[in-house]
């Protein structure tokens, strides 16, 4: 599971700020040495069911190249802050793996070894293989300094049982995923039940699950963005952001079919069966399918606003600085080799962003993955600013403060607003 929300520690980001100057201190090559013999160092986060995954991958490309991939896997909670503090005062890996809304954190002080040299002399690697969105996450500063693994993003869990007792089926009977905000509303309604008569919903028909990314979906959809292009202003109290807030306070408060984000787990709820939809991403797929009687499937989030756009994330496969250049190809091989095989990734719990990948036979049948896939096209990713683990806690307050009634979306949002400019505003 991605772990997008932790922000660095104080420490990670002293380090942070040091690193350019140790950079340019520290002498390169500092990963060269015996290419034939040396192993590849591998750092992730993939402590859940897609470690397995991820082991089965790398023992293969062991036995297929004779090459040894030293795969460490670090919980994301403390993940970046050993990336840091490596890449500043050595022991780095050679390969890492770095999640989009990261990139601009790092590749603004140089620590990542820019790719393009050898995507362009691979000639068996098509980069226009990959959706153009998701691409363009490991880009900085016109470089390319990250290779998508994947795209984890949010889409619509609902329970099969509770959809059919409240007739929402097709011609043939078959449980009918909402599309639309009308359908959505109505489905709420008929699946939000108070079952012992206390004036109190038992059952939900829907619960906001993580607020960032459930906000960012709304937001997006209405037109809105928490930064402007450039990312020098903040932009989340403009009128597109305001209306999808309001909108998300008003399934709570005024149609009533949603539960207070407090005091209550919205994601076991719905695994327990009192939450009939639920809004989250493909990386709790295991979770659900560890969860004994629960019938479930997967759908595109629904149009909550004119624009089609979810949330979604993707981790990177990158380089630092230092490798040398024999060692660079070495690492690129195991990179490759990662890429190519998505689909073994996939059973993990992850999509595949290559083209070729996700019309093939064996992925319609991961059939939450394939439901999720469909919005590959119009994932929206968080600011890719440096700044961006600095004004996460304000929009985060904003999102609480809001949907918890204790300030209107347009004062929490401005509130929010004039922090995140201040942050902006310094150099």
């Not at 040495?33 to 402590?47: C, L, Q």
């Not at 096209?377 to 440096?386: D, G, K, L, Q």
């Amino acid at each position: 599971m991605p772990c997008v929300a932790a922000g660095f520690s104080l420490r990670s980001i002293i380090v942070l700020c040091l690193l350019s100057l140790l950079l340019v201190s520290c002498s390169p090559g500092k990963h060269s040495g015996n290419v034939a013999s040396a192993e590849i160092r591998f750092w992730n986060g993939f402590t859940g069911p897609d470690g397995a995954t991820m082991e089965k991958i790398v023992k293969q490309f062991e036995r297929e190249t004779g090459i040894r991939v030293k795969m460490q896997i670090i919980p994301w909670g403390t993940y970046y802050d050993k990336l840091v503090l490596s890449l500043a005062y050595g022991g780095a890996p050679d390969v890492f793996i770095c999640h989009a809304n990261r990139i601009a954190e790092f590749a603004r002080y140089g620590v990542f070894r820019p790719l393009d040299d050898l995507i362009e002399a691979d000639k068996g690697f098509n980069s226009s293989d990959f959706l153009p969105n998701i691409w363009k996450a490991g880009q900085y500063a016109g470089k390319q300094v990250g290779l998508p693994l994947d795209c984890h993003p949010q889409g619509l869990y609902y329970n099969l049982k509770l959809f059919r007792e409240a007739g929402i089926v097709d011609a043939q009977g078959n449980p009918k995923p909402p599309e639309t905000w009308e359908e959505f509303l109505d489905a709420a309604r008929r699946l939000t039940k108070d079952k012992d008569g206390d004036g109190r919903p038992d059952q939900w028909g829907f619960a906001f699950t993580w607020l960032r990314t459930n906000w960012i979906t709304f937001i997006s959809q209405h037109g809105g963005s928490i930064l402007s292009p450039d990312l020098k202003r903040a932009a989340l109290a403009e009128p597109p952001a305001v209306r999808a807030t309001q909108q998300m306070c008003d399934i709570i408060t005024r149609y009533g079919v949603a539960p207070k984000p407090e005091g209550f787990d919205s994601w076991m709820g719905f695994r327990q069966g009192r939450v009939a939809m639920a809004i989250e991403g493909i990386y709790m797929l295991s979770s659900v399918e560890e969860q004994k009687g629960l019938e479930y499937a997967g759908a595109p989030v629904p149009s909550f606003g004119p624009r089609r756009a979810v949330w979604g994330g993707s981790h990177l496969l990158c380089m630092p600085k230092d490798l040398s250049p024999q060692r660079a190809q070495l690492v690129w091989r195991f990179m490759r080799y990662l890429s190519d095989h998505s689909l073994d990734w996939a059973e993990g719990g992850q999509i595949p962003v290559r083209r070729s990948l996700l019309n093939q036979p064996r992925f319609r049948q991961m059939r939450v993955q394939y439901a999720f896939a469909k919005q590959l096209p119009y994932v929206v990713f968080e600011p890719a600013s440096h700044k961006s683990t600095e004004i996460m806690p304000f929009y985060d307050a904003a999102i609480e403060a809001a949907l918890l009634g204790i300030k209107s979306p347009q004062d929490a949002l401005n509130e929010a607003a004039r922090r995140i400019q201040q942050v902006l505003d310094r150099p």
